[in-house]
């Protein structure tokens, strides 16, 4: 990934964050539990949250950007719980059932192939293990999800990978999650999703 995208993507992303997208991680963070597995971590936005997250014991974050991953260490220097590496979502290195939680933010967009992160998440989950997601979707309206499809070969080019017009809930629930609560915000969007393992 380019440094120019690194350097940009926190003062790009302060004005959504601020108006809306703090609170929201806020509140997603607050259901984890346990051991938890941050995927694609980032600039490591999440991990202030996770100090107010009373049910968490410890947080294992992954980002396969070195850059991205460089930039986020400065923010766990108080926070004893979380530990970020260089990894990737779609070959994750943990054995079997070693997660209560995993999360995921604005990440599944710029997996090249979300099913088989999702299968190793399946992997990695304990039996009644959570997941939760805040996504930007593929919309439900005839005009706009065209366009969508229009601009995302373009996105995806200048955003490293992002693919505006991913159906993500469409595509983890095939994948055997079970859909316990799903939010929407800015007209469907954006969700908020919580999921439980098929394995429970």
Known sequence: MGKWFVNLYD???????????KTIRKHLIQQAEGHVLEIGSGTGVNFPFYKEALHVTRVTAIEPDPSMLDKSLS??????KVHAYLGDAQKLPFPDHTFDTVVGTLVFCTIPDPEKALSEIQRVLKPEGKLLLFEHVRLNHFFLS???DLLTPLWKQVCHGCCLNRNTLQIVTE????????????????LTME??????
């Not at 923010?75 to 004893?80: H, T």
């Open 11 to 21: 003062p790009f992303m302060a004005p959504f964050e601020k108006k809306k997208f």
């Open 195 to 200: 999921l439980i393992s098929s394995k429970s």
């Open 146 to 148: 065209r366009l969508q």
């Open 175 to 190: 994948a055997g999650f079970h859909a316990k609560k799903v939010d929407s915000t800015y007209k469907g969007l954006f």
């Open 75 to 80: 923010k766990i220097k108080d926070l004893s």
